[in-house]
């Protein structure tokens, strides 16, 4: 589905909200022309994931509560780990919650729901090594900014 559809859709977001949004849930965007297109099963099964019952709140990059610093008890990316962990609860809940609106789901749509909660795995565990490379490089900054002298861990004696 195109991303105009979802812009429109969920109020006070803008297209770079929305693609900041599809990064944090690692859905993957398909731009043909000058369109992007979400996969609409994969962008529901992330959205499932941060929105379950007990979670954290998710905050979407640009939210208010990112703005005032307002962070506890927040997360802002979906993490693959505990997503990959949880995929088959998540695919139940979101079955069940479409048998409890009244909808009816075939056991079509249950596998193709499956498959694609795998890619969405797959597609996020891709991208654990740059995570940790980020998370690492933000602590080396935060160590070195709050250092008056950075360089006196470096093992040199100075004789």
């Not at 991303?3 to 690692?26: H, M, P, W």
């Not at 208010?64 to 506890?72: M, T």
């Not at 740059?130 to 709050?146: F, M, S, V, W």
């Amino acid at each position: 589905m195109a991303e105009d559809v979802y812009v429109n859709e969920i109020q006070g977001i803008t297209k770079k909200g929305f693609r900041s949004l599809c990064r944090a849930l690692t859905v993957p965007m398909i731009e043909i022309s000058k369109t992007r297109y979400v996969e609409t099963t994969s962008f529901l099964i992330a959205m499932r994931a941060v929105c379950r019952i007990g979670e954290k709140d998710f905050l979407v990059p640009g939210c208010n509560r990112l703005r005032r610093n307002l962070l506890k008890d927040t997360v802002r990316v979906l993490d693959p780990e505990t997503f990959a962990k949880n995929m088959s609860v998540i695919l139940d809940e979101l079955i069940t919650a479409k048998t409890l609106s009244g909808g009816n789901t075939s056991e079509e749509v249950k596998t193709a729901a499956k498959k694609a909660a795998n890619r969405l795995a797959e597609t996020s565990l891709r991208f654990l090594p740059l995570i940790e490379q980020n998370n690492h490089d933000k602590r080396a900054k935060k160590i070195a900014d709050n250092e008056k002298d950075p360089w006196k861990h470096s093992g040199d004696t100075g004789g």
